[in-house]
């Protein structure tokens, strides 16, 4: 494939995700949530000394790991972003953008109770499904590793855009450590961070069942349509 197509495919993809969205939505109810004692994400290495087969089986798996750190999803959101102004980045709870129309910013693709605005799906859009669980964490300021970004569309600052990978390590002591510049390599001492493990043993087995809601055809499909329950008792994966 050639970079000139590979590069019409990709600028495709990506205008189509500032086409604006009119679909209405309703509330629907979801099956009621088993609470069970909280437990924060846990880091696969958690999981290894009763269950070795399944933590080998995770890292030769597409959705754990390096897909998160690796260059070239980095590359694709990087550029994703570099189009539409930031605008594929979380935003948070905390976040004081405000749409043009008036509506806060401040809900992403996963935290968006209803998905009512083209803004909330694109929100997170790539972070969504790598690392769902860090997107909820980042609810937490104290827990966050991928901020928001101080300015999006017109306000947006593509000199201080850092690649995903940058916020994904830690020092010994799990405090974030950043490369020098956007993308260079990780700090001496740098170690892998929970967001670098991906989509890990703990996130599938928190799934309690589908979010109907964070989908548009209210089928439970796509725009990571699942609830999560942060517990001890680990009953996913519960996808339909």
């Given at each position: 494939?050639?970079i000139?197509?590979?590069?019409?495919?990709?600028?495709?993809?990506?205008?189509?995700?500032?086409?604006?969205?009119?679909?209405?939505?309703?509330?629907?109810?979801?099956?009621?949530?088993?609470?069970?004692?909280?437990?924060?994400?846990?880091?696969?290495?958690?999981?290894?000394?009763?269950?070795?087969?399944?933590?080998?089986?995770?890292?030769?798996?597409?959705?754990?790991g390096?897909?998160?750190?690796?260059?070239l999803?980095?590359?694709?959101?990087?550029?994703?972003n570099?189009?539409?102004?930031?605008?594929?980045?979380?935003?948070?709870?905390?976040?004081?953008?405000?749409?043009?129309?008036?509506?806060?910013?401040?809900?992403?693709?996963?935290s968006?109770?209803?998905?009512?605005?083209?803004?909330?799906?694109?929100?997170?859009?790539?972070?969504?499904?790598h690392n769902?669980?860090?997107?909820?964490?980042?609810?937490?300021?104290?827990?966050?590793?991928?901020?928001?970004?101080?300015?999006?569309?017109?306000?947006?600052?593509?000199?201080?855009?850092?690649?995903?990978?940058?916020?994904h390590?830690?020092?010994?002591?799990g405090?974030?450590?950043?490369?020098p510049?956007?993308?260079?390599?990780?700090?001496p001492?740098?170690?892998?961070?929970?967001?670098?493990?991906?989509?890990?043993?703990?996130?599938?087995?928190?799934?309690?069942?589908?979010?109907?809601?964070?989908?548009?055809?209210?089928?439970?499909?796509?725009?990571?349509?699942?609830?999560?329950?942060?517990?001890?008792?680990?009953?996913?994966?519960?996808?339909?």
């Open positions: 494939m050639s000139r197509y590979l590069s019409g495919t990709v600028v495709c993809f990506l205008c189509v995700l500032v086409s604006g969205c009119s679909t209405q939505v309703q509330n629907t109810p979801n099956t009621p949530q088993v609470q069970f004692m909280q437990q924060q994400f846990q880091r696969p290495e958690n999981c290894l000394p009763c269950h070795q087969r399944q933590y080998d089986e995770l890292h030769s798996s597409v959705k754990s390096y897909r998160n750190v690796s260059p999803f980095n590359g694709l959101e990087s550029a994703a570099l189009v539409n102004g930031g605008l594929l980045r979380p935003v948070y709870k905390d976040s004081p953008v405000v749409l043009t129309d008036g509506t806060p910013l401040n809900t992403n693709m996963y968006s109770p209803i998905l009512t605005e083209t803004r909330q799906v694109q929100a997170a859009f790539c972070l969504t499904c769902a669980n860090i997107e909820i964490l980042g609810e937490n300021t104290a827990l966050r590793e991928v901020p928001q970004l101080p300015g999006l569309l017109t306000s947006f600052q593509p000199e201080l855009f850092r690649p995903l990978r940058d916020y390590l830690v020092d010994a002591n405090n974030q450590l950043l490369p510049t956007p993308g260079a390599d990780p700090p001492g740098a170690q892998p961070s929970l967001g670098a493990a991906g989509v890990t043993c703990d996130f599938c087995h928190d799934e309690n069942g589908p979010d109907l809601n964070r989908s548009f055809q209210m089928d439970g499909f796509a725009n990571t349509s699942f609830l999560l329950n942060q517990s001890n008792a680990k009953v996913g994966p519960c996808m339909p």
